[in-house]
Structure formats: structure tokens, C-alpha cells
């Protein structure tokens, strides 16, 4: 059974920095890709970043050059590293894993994800 369990969430000031970690068990990182999407109020989800299994990464213009997504294959652990935060970020955070047989995939997109976290909250005030 997969687990995904996020932390790090929080409320800081705009330009202020969080990381945020997901937790992963009854998944590998060579099962396939993972990722990182926001849900701000009344709003869709969005993809914010993603990393392959071979270690490939993809960003959303909205968070490129800000966002560093990462992981730690001995803690089973992904990571979202978050600097120079805006208002506009403040959003309800999940990781998400997909299974792939391809080692280069890597999405943003919400229905290439099969098992989702419960999300953590992050709030930038300005």
C-alpha cells in the first residue's frame, strides 16, 4: 500500500523560504516519477514541479528559478525546496508518484498521478 505523507508547511513572510518533504512508503523512487502540485483557494490543482526517475526535472514558469524539487533515495523522502515566496503561492501543497516504465517520464499534469498526500499547508504573507 502506498503512503504518501507530506510536512513543512507553514505561514511566512513574502521573500522568506520553506522546504517541504513527502515521506514515501510502499513506493520507490524507481517505480516511476513524482511530483509536486498546489491547490490555492477556490482553485484548481496545479503541477509545480516534477522529477523523473532518472532524475530529470520540470518546473511551471510560475515557480522557475524559486522552486528546487528533490529527493533522498535512502530516506525515500521527495523534497520541494521553496525561496523568494510571494503571496501567490499560498496554496494547499501535495506530492503525488506515479508508476512508469520509463525511467525519462516526468508530468504536471494532475490525471498522471495515481496515489496523492493529504497536503500541508502554505501561507505568504506580504
Known amino acids: 500500500q502506498v503512503r504518501l505523507v507530506e510536512s513543512g508547511g507553514g505561514s511566512v513572510q513574502s521573500g522568506g523560504s520553506l522546504r517541504l518533504s513527502c515521506a514515501a512508503s510502499?513506493?520507490?523512487?524507481?517505480?516511476?516519477?513524482m511530483g509536486w502540485f498546489r491547490q490555492p483557494p477556490g482553485r484548481e490543482r496545479e503541477g509545480v514541479a516534477s522529477i523523473s526517475v532518472n532524475g530529470d526535472t520540470i518546473y511551471a514558469d510560475s515557480v522557475k528559478g524559486r522552486f528546487t524539487i528533490s529527493r533522498d533515495n535512502a530516506r525515500n523522502t521527495l523534497y520541494l525546496q521553496m525561496n523568494s515566496l510571494k503571496p501567490e503561492d499560498t496554496a494547499m501543497y501535495y506530492c503525488?508518484?506515479?508508476?512508469?516504465?520509463?525511467?525519462?517520464?516526468?508530468?504536471?499534469?494532475?490525471?498522471?498521478?495515481?496515489?496523492w498526500g493529504q497536503g500541508t499547508q502554505v501561507t505568504v504573507s506580504s
Open positions: 503525488a508518484a506515479a508508476f512508469s516504465v520509463s525511467s525519462l517520464t516526468m508530468s504536471l499534469d494532475v490525471m498522471s498521478y495515481v496515489y
Open positions: 510502499g513506493y520507490t523512487f524507481s517505480n516511476g516519477y
